[in-house]
């Protein structure tokens, strides 16, 4: 039994997730599922509530982030916050292989984990489903307009592996 606050940005919603907390009458344990791209604000208040941390990680660098997501300084504030999360609850890291991705931001991203996080768990996910992507902007994002292929998975998993990152395949 938990409560599973699930959600992307969550700074818009946090005063009615803080006040809901009021009318609980058990001691249950708190999840956070999200993409980690909040103020630091946010994270202070959070680390406070949340037991169980489920956060994104996708993207290795700025560019990615900016051309595919519109987000900026994104590397900086995940980290940031994966921190905070880390230092404050249990974590486990969801970290969505994009095809063409893998040496600008799954190796980062699995990099960056081994050294600053050691013991957070990592789901290597492979289900990037371009659908959206290939409907509406096959031109723009023509990198990730397809599924990954079998070599492209293997590849983040060996990664993960080299890097003695505690993980679980997903698929």
């Known amino acids: 039994l938990n409560i599973n606050y699930v959600g992307g940005e969550p700074t818009p919603n946090l005063h009615t997730i803080v006040e ?10 708190l999840l956070w599922n999200s993409n980690m791209y909040c103020s630091l604000e946010t994270m202070k208040i959070l680390a406070e509530l949340i037991d169980i941390w489920l956060p994104d990680f996708k993207y290795g660098n700025d560019e990615c982030a900016w051309r595919i997501s519109q987000v900026e300084n994104y590397t900086e504030i995940v980290k940031r916050n994966h921190l905070i999360a880390h230092n404050n609850g249990d974590i486990i890291i969801r970290h969505l292989v994009l095809p063409n991705h893998i040496e600008c931001c799954t190796r980062p991203i699995l990099e960056w984990i081994s050294k600053n996080l050691p013991n957070a768990l ?34 983040a998993y060996k990664i993960a592996k080299e890097l003695n990152i505690i993980f679980e395949p997903v698929s």
């Open 20 to 29: 809901s907390l009021n009318f609980l009458n058990i001691n249950v344990p």
């Open 122 to 155: 990592v789901n290597v996910m492979q289900q990037w489903h371009p659908e959206y992507y290939v409907a509406q902007y096959p031109e723009k994002f023509p990198d990730i307009a397809r599924r990954l292929t079998r070599e492209e998975i293997l590849k």
